[in-house]
């Protein structure tokens, strides 16, 4: 009888470090933005057991921002400038909506295939609609993956200078919820500039 050799349960420091490394290479190198798919893709690559203990987001994006300072860095530096400078735009179009920036070109980790994410408020997702056609802007939608009470009403997907976006549309109720959220990293444009400033 053949016994299958059971694959390792990641679990220390050293293994979560492995994966959280892997993880961060694929995101930076093939364009990954999910931090979910990509912790389970390096610990499958790696041999470890599924439903192994996988380092947090921050873990992943502590070594994220490693490897693009010491293999990407002029790109990055580029890549953030030029986002930056696009969610701005966006912002100053959207404003009506309370426009906010979030996610990877906020905290500095956008990558090769990175979107760059703004957060709306309105009393309807349609209202947000309204406006992106009545300025002929194409655009398409989608439901988020997950629900709960820090889920958008709806995602709206556009491109703007062949850069991508998403725009998340939360309930006008929701603002200042989220603005005590330690969860979900935001500023608005304000900050967007001044972190610009910060881009050599």
């Known amino acids: 009888m053949t016994r299958h050799k059971q694959a390792p349960r990641a679990g220390n420091s050293a293994s979560r470090q492995a994966i ?13 933005n999910d ?18 203990a996988l ?25 953030l400038r030029e986002m930056r400078e696009a969610a701005l735009e966006i912002m100053a179009l959207m404003e009506d909506f309370r426009p906010y920036l979030t996610g990877a070109v906020l905290d500095g980790t956008a990558g090769r295939a990175s979107s760059i994410e703004i957060d709306l408020f309105a009393d309807s997702a349609k209202d947000v609609e309204i406006s992106l056609l009545s300025r002929n802007i194409e655009y398409g939608s989608s439901e988020p ?27 006008l109720t929701v603002e200042r919820q989220r603005s005590g959220s330690t969860r979900h990293e935001r500023a608005k444009a304000s900050t967007v500039a001044a972190l610009l400033e910060t881009v050599e």
């Open 145 to 171: 993956r997950r629900h709960g009470p820090d889920t958008p009403e709806t995602l709206l997907h556009l491109e703007w200078d062949d850069l991508p976006v998403t725009l998340a549309v939360y309930p």
């Open 20 to 32: 959280a490394a892997a993880a961060a290479r694929m995101m930076a190198e093939d364009g990954i």
């Open 35 to 52: 931090y979910g798919y990509a912790k389970r893709k390096a610990a499958r690559n790696l041999g470890y057991a599924e439903g192994s």
């Open 55 to 79: 380092p947090t987001n921050d873990e992943v994006q502590i070594e994220l921002r490693t490897y693009q300072s010491l293999y990407q860095e002029d790109e990055v530096k580029e890549r």
